[in-house]
């Protein structure tokens, strides 16, 4: 089984979190899809002294795997382990248009994204709608709540589709970056509400200005470089 691990160095830290941010590197795990997470779930003990061994920093775990609910005892223990190893449970991953899920689609179609005129449905959404604000409002509260113990979330941008974005009237006055910014502050105003300690990161693959601030209890990552891991085994 193939699994991602990422090397990302950190920018602009929240006030609250100064003494980590002098540290820089970031080695993180993320699983590589479900039959990786299901094996991570059931081997929480081996795959925490695992990524001990192997001097990773965060185990990360997709946003549905924490609002399913199904996989509570698991991951409470997996953070147990993981701590004990010195390991932070985070959650999220490529998972920013998570918050606004696709089955909106049908009744809320001016929440996702446009493009020649269209609304489409894969990649992102529409970050300028005040529909898709809501959405993220309510479905950021339920997994922020179901995973109240968590203090880091990872929402970054579709992987390999990073610059997709909206193309409506309101959302063409600013760029892809921008959106996200904009997508990833309506996810930290809920944040902020629900568990005021907790973070979230995101990334942005350009050094370009950005006229949107972003939220204090954001984190910018930046030089991400990624690689495969076998967890096939979690031997070594
Ligand atoms: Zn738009």
């Not at 006030?15 to 993180?28: F, P, T, V, Y």
Request: a positive charge; glycine letters at 6%.
């Amino acid at each position: 089984m193939k699994s991602f691990t990422i090397s990302a160095n950190r920018i602009n830290e929240p006030s609250h979190d100064k003494e980590k941010s002098k540290a820089n590197s970031l080695r993180l795990f993320i699983p590589a899809g479900n039959a990786d997470i299901q094996y991570a779930l059931k081997n929480c003990k081996a795959l925490a002294a695992w990524a001990g061994r192997n001097q990773y920093n965060a185990l990360i775990f997709p946003l549905t795997v924490f609002g399913s609910g199904k996989n509570k005892r698991e991951l409470n223990q997996l953070k147990q382990f993981a701590l004990e190893s010195g390991i932070a449970l985070e959650a999220g991953g490529w998972d920013l248009s998570s918050m606004v899920p696709r089955r909106y689609f049908f009744f809320h179609k001016d929440a996702f994204r446009m493009e020649e005129g269209k609304r489409k449905k894969d990649h992102h959404f529409c970050p300028t709608s005040l529909n898709a604000i809501k959405i993220i409002g309510k479905e950021g509260a339920k997994i922020f709540l179901a995973a109240a113990g968590i203090e880091v979330f990872h929402l970054w941008p579709d992987k390999e589709a990073e610059t997709i974005w909206c193309s409506c009237p309101t959302c063409r006055a600013f760029t892809f970056q921008e959106q996200i910014r904009i997508g990833v502050n309506a996810a930290a105003d809920i944040l902020t509400a629900i568990n005021p300690n907790a973070a979230i990161t995101y990334f942005e693959k350009s050094n370009e200005v950005c006229k949107i601030p972003l939220r204090k209890n954001i984190i910018g990552l930046e030089n991400f470089t990624f690689e495969s891991q076998n967890i096939g085994s979690l031997g070594t």
